[in-house]
């Protein structure tokens, strides 16, 4: 189903709130929703919510300080999400490590899989029942934003484990898209290129900002119009490669899921 404007929500959930694309998820969809918040920083988070009500005084804003590369975490995010009825799930929160797999740390290695991973994966399941149940009662729809990466389509050497879990991320939230297809939600998979923020400090570049770096606000402001419209958005310079690619991998999805789904059925 296709919609002529932006979706309205009324709570949605953003992890990674804290900075970056996440901040500018959460400043947009206060315009129009509620939010549950979540990142490692307290801090961080209680300015971004400062911030917000500022703007927005008339909004509810639920801070869920977690640790996501830990299950306990994620099990406490998803239920302050789950109590507060959210109807938009951001699957935004990730990490990067830049050089050779053979000179990472390899608990770094394990957290930025777990954080990139396993976070999204286990939020979606715990969280999609709660949402689509109440977009079937109350007549209304839900949405899943996943936040891949244009490297997801492709091995990248010196950033292979950050382009391999977001090379999982794309295909597991383009098959659910798939298996989704007809319930009253919808799920887009957004892989932004370079953008402005602290992820590339934090991944171990030194050089400042990415090369060419997008602004975040544009990115969130370009999926929050694209949700409902198309499965994935490609950002940045690459879309104009890599949307094309993405559509043939949609659509391709959307038929393996009639085989599959009918191997499921006669399996029961």
């Known amino acids: 189903m296709l919609s002529s404007s932006p979706r309205r929500y009324r709570t949605a959930l953003v992890t990674g709130a804290s900075s970056g694309i996440g901040e500018a998820f959460a400043k947009r969809l206060a315009k129009t929703s509620d939010l549950v918040l979540t990142a490692r920083s307290v801090e961080d988070l209680e300015r971004v919510r400062s911030e917000i009500l500022t703007a927005q005084p008339e ?5 869920a300080p977690a640790d996501l590369t830990q299950p306990a975490g994620v099990e406490a995010v998803g239920e302050a999400a789950e109590a507060a009825g959210v109807d938009l799930l951001v699957n935004n929160a990730g990490a990067g490590a830049l050089g050779p797999v053979l000179d990472a740390d390899p608990e770094a290695l394990s957290a930025l899989i777990r954080l990139n991973v396993e976070a999204p994966v286990r939020l979606s399941r715990a969280l999609l029942p709660g949402m689509l149940l109440r977009a079937e009662t109350g007549g209304g729809r839900a949405g899943l934003i996943d936040v891949a990466s244009s490297a997801a389509f492709a091995p990248v050497p010196n950033f292979a484990a950050y382009a391999a879990s977001k090379a999982f991320l794309l295909s597991f939230s383009e098959a659910l898209s798939a298996e989704l297809r007809g319930r009253p939600i919808d799920v887009l998979t957004l892989c932004p290129g370079a953008t402005r923020s602290d992820f590339g400090a934090r991944a171990g570049y030194s050089g400042g900002q990415l090369p060419f770096a997008a602004d975040p606000d544009r990115v969130a402001q370009a999926a929050l119009a694209a949700i409902g419209r198309v499965p994935t958005l490609a950002t940045g ?4 490669v890599l949307t094309p690619a993405a559509a043939g991998r949609s659509l391709f999805a959307g038929a393996l899921e ?11």
Do not use: C, D, I
């Open 237 to 240: 310079p690459e879309g104009v």
């Open 258 to 268: 009639r085989v599959t789904g009918l191997m499921s059925r006669r399996g029961a």
């Open 59 to 63: 909004r509810t804003v639920r801070l």
